[in-house]
Structure formats: C-alpha cells, structure tokens
C-alpha cells in the first residue's frame, strides 16, 4: 500500500515518526497522531502496538483492551473480505494445503490465527488478568445421588 498522505501533505511514516517522538515527552500527543493514522489507514499494525504500549506504560488497561479489541476486529474483518476475493480455484488448493499441513480441524476452521490477531489475542489475555476480568475455570461438580 502506498504511503497514505493525511492531512497538510503528511505521509503516515512522517505521522509515526513524529508520534514516536512525542512518546518521549507528549504521550497524549502521540496517542492523537496513532489515532489519525488508524482513521487514514486501520490496517497500520505499528499504530495499534504503539499505542498499547503506551496505554500499558500509564496502566490504562482498559484503553490498551479497547484498542487491543479494535485492533482484532478490523484484522479479522479485513482477513475474512481477503477470503472473499479469491477464485474458486485458489479457494480449493487453499482448502487442500491447510489440510495436508494440519493447519485446519476435521471442519475446516483454522486452528491458527495470522498476526497480528494472534499475538493481540494473546495480549488481551495479559491485560484481562491485569484488570482482574479473567475468571478461573471452576470445574462444577453436580451432586447427583
């Protein structure tokens, strides 16, 4: 994809630059600018992770989830219209390849997740835990006599 231009004929790399920059004195300045490149672009995944890492340096966990959630959605969203696309043809050798490389279940559903969902599903893991939302499985045992 070419560098998107934004508003005043700044591209989204001059965008990033200036927002890791203002990472180091201005976070909430550079929470703006993450935040004008997701609306130009939202697949731009170094906008996502920078600004959970700064949601998790101010222990904002529940910023860092929203924008972990986002993240996740416009991925899978964008990953499920690329399926879409495809010919029938390269739909079947698709299909054939995950099989014979155990990359799907019995079903068809695949048992991996592309980046970056699958390394932001494991991060909403760690901040649930942070926020105290992840519950432990309770093993019920039922009292039949």
């Known amino acids: 994809m070419p560098d998107a231009e934004i508003e005043n004929g700044a591209s989204i790399n001059e965008l990033t630059s200036q927002a890791m920059e203002a990472e180091k004195t201005d976070p909430s300045s550079a929470i703006e600018i993450y935040n004008r490149i997701l609306k130009t672009d939202p697949l731009q995944i170094p906008a996502y992770d920078r600004l959970m890492i700064i949601y998790r340096q101010e222990k904002n966990y529940k910023k860092e989830l929203s924008v972990i959630n986002s993240g996740i959605k416009t991925f899978e969203k964008f990953y499920k219209e690329q399926c879409v696309k495809?010919?029938?043809?390269?739909?079947?050798?698709?299909?054939?390849?995950?099989?014979?490389?155990?990359?799907?279940?019995?079903?068809?559903?695949?048992?991996?997740?592309?980046?970056p969902i699958d390394r932001w599903q494991r991060r909403r893991e760690t901040v649930e835990?942070?926020?105290?939302?992840?519950?432990?499985?309770?093993?019920?045992?039922?009292?039949?006599?």
């Open 86 to 115: 495809r010919s029938k043809k390269i739909t079947e050798i698709s299909e054939k390849l995950n099989k014979a490389f155990h990359l799907v279940d019995k079903k068809g559903n695949a048992l991996y997740n592309p980046e």
């Open 129 to 145: 835990k942070k926020m105290g939302k992840a519950q432990p499985k309770v093993n019920s045992k039922s009292s039949k006599s």
